[in-house]
């Protein structure tokens, strides 16, 4: 996905909510906006935003010193959704099908998201996606997909998030490779948060090699590659993912909350839907 | 008010906004938010949100070629605002309280606002401003002022607005002077559009000499100043004269809507929330 004109407010938004998670100074705060306001111009809107989310958040790590903003918030998420862990897999495993619902918990998981959306409310949020129905819906096809696939490569999203994906990953019942950012990069989940999500309990996880906060394949370490161009089964969770990979024509699907008008419009859906999409299918 | 770190991604929202309603061409657009990111560094923050409003603004105009993007936004604003007028009058002749209600209508017409809140509904908003309780409610102030003020100043803020302006002036029922702006800038009132909006029979219509979407009292005429320093009473409208007056210790009463958070914060109010201040006031 290209990057819209109004993901340029956008950058501001995210670099001074990361900002103000990284340090209380105002003078080093505005000085991190300062720096972004001379990223700008050399903002290709061909590129898609994660692209620009990059250097952005490289910009608040350089000029705040603090590496990884977002450790405490991404440890409170994994922990509140390990503690949810039971009642979900309760959800699961009494319902008429247990895949079809662990697939609407995985995306209901891609509301935690400190990037474009800090203000969620996760249980309210679960309950809406359990019931609300989905705005493109290739379920169907996905689990037709998943019946013969063999090598199956799941692509992470948001620290927290994670545990939902293992519950999917538990529900589909297969061998699965779950690739992570390969550096802390808003709270995108990282191999070491995948692991703390009792990921690696249920599928193998690698890093993708990406450090941006979504999967540049460009900037991807040539293992995940190997294994991107190799799968018979992608799943891309969340917006990032979404907006590195939508143009790929592979056996992917994306699964995602459209949480920005942005995303929403590019999907052909409104802000709050949710989506499991075909990569190959047009909308 | 000084300039918040919040303004920052907002003023690249309104220059999006803005650029978009001068031109369709997304390289012109992006080039003007290109020039607003190099500005950045050069907003000090202790300067009012308008005076890099300003700036903004200027930007939009030097890299469109459009002087006045919002004319036609204005033009519709003030004749929806028109078509109101019979019942509005009706609204303030009915009332226990002729005066205290124009008041609250002369509220409800700062909802008309392209910079800060576009998305407004003014019919809706007109009737929530009737019946809601003011978060800061210094009328019986501004009304004991009144009784005794010979030197009335009245610093409008958007057109439309100004037809609910008018009929604040009308229900004072005193010799009034009007101050609109010196130049079109996002969809301030110009003495021209003060004029359309009637005002020109009811009050004397004049510049403030501003070309800021506030009162930034170093640009303003020496004629303004005068007036300003010899009011018994000043009216001021609306969030931008807020933002660039409300150090003033005079004889000051703010009448607004708290359309952003940061406004609502210096205010210690919500948003949403409707205030009429007193300048000299404690909140």
């Known amino acids: 996905m290209k990057t819209y004109l109004d993901c340029i407010p956008c950058f501001f938004k995210q670099a001074l909510f990361a900002a103000r998670a990284a ?3 105002e003078a080093i705060i505005k000085e991190v906006l300062d720096r972004v306001g001379m990223l700008v111009s050399k903002i290709p809107l061909e590129s898609s935003p994660p692209e620009t989310g990059k250097e952005v958040y490289k910009t608040v790590r350089e000029v705040t010193g603090v590496d990884d903003p977002f450790k405490g918030l991404k440890e409170e998420s994994i922990d509140k959704a390990l503690a949810l862990y039971p009642s979900l897999k309760e959800i699961v495993t009494k ?21 474009a959306n800090p203000d969620f409310e ?15 819906n290739h379920y169907q096809a996905f689990k037709d997909k998943l019946a013969s696939a063999r090598r199956i490569l799941y692509v992470g999203d948001n620290a927290g998030e994670t545990v939902f994906d293992k519950i999917l990953i538990e529900a589909m019942g297969r061998p699965v490779i779950f690739a992570a950012r390969e550096r802390p990069i808003i709270n995108d ?3 070491e948060d995948a692991i703390r999500s009792g990921l690696g309990e249920v599928a193998t996880v690698i890093s993708s090699g990406s450090d941006a906060p979504g999967t540049v394949l460009e900037g991807c370490s040539d293992d ?38 942005v995303i929403a419009k590019d999907l052909g859906v409104e802000v709050g839907h949710t989506v499991i999409k075909h990569g190959s299918s047009p909308i």
């Not at 309950?127 to 989905?134: M, Y």
């Not at 190799?230 to 969770?237: E, F, P, Q, T, Y």
């Not at 917006?239 to 699964?255: A, R, W």
């Open 189 to 191: 989940a990282t191999t």
């Open 224 to 261: 995940f590659l190997d294994l991107f161009k190799g799968a018979d089964l992608i799943i891309s969770k969340g917006q990032g993912n979404y907006e590195t990979l939508s143009t790929e024509k592979g056996p992917i699907f994306y699964l995602l909350k459209a949480k920005c008008p």
């Open 95 to 115: 319902a008429k099908d247990p895949l079809e619902t662990a697939v609407r918990l995985a995306i209901a998981g891609n509301v935690i998201d400190f990037g």
């Open 23 to 25: 340090v209380d100074d």
């Open 122 to 136: 996760l249980e309210k949020d679960i309950q809406k996606v359990l019931h609300q129905e989905r705005a493109i």
